[in-house]
């Protein structure tokens, strides 16, 4: 085992132990402290377990690992990948839109409005600063 799949099997280990450790003190530890250690421990967990998991596949079968990082960076799914990341943007920012009707038509505080229209508008900024970027390079 190479030494990278032991540092992730390290980190699911203790993501493990962090989330046991807040089931077990967790009316002893501060809330606050509490939901951190568990979403600390959730998070190293995953982490940990994911890419732990892709390594042992990795040293399993190599060959099969080299021809799917051949295939992500095909042109083609490439292309693919970008085109389904454009349409989820443009289906988030209509999302946060409707997000900012609801909020006033249900009379929820002004932060919460003014927050959600900010990140759209965030998000048109960005896509508008990256079409500029974009198009000078290419």
Known sequence: MRAKTKVYLVL????????????LLGDTLPRSA??????VGAGLFGFGFSNWRM???????????????????DERNIAIRRR????????????????AWLSIGLGAPLWVTL????????????????MGRYQKEM
């Not at 690992?65 to 960076?73: P, R, S």
């Not at 289906?91 to 839109?97: G, P, S």
């Open 84 to 99: 389904a990341q454009a349409v989820s943007g443009e289906v988030l920012q209509w999302t946060l839109m409707v997000g």
């Open 34 to 39: 509490g939901g951190m250690l568990t979403g």
């Open 55 to 73: 390594r042992r596949w990795e040293e399993k079968d190599p060959r099969r690992m080299k021809q799917a990082k051949i295939e992500a960076g």
């Open 12 to 23: 699911w280990v203790l993501g493990a132990m962090a989330l046991v450790v807040s089931l």
């Open 115 to 130: 927050l959600v229209i900010g990140a759209f508008l965030m998000k048109c900024f960005l896509e508008v600063w990256l």
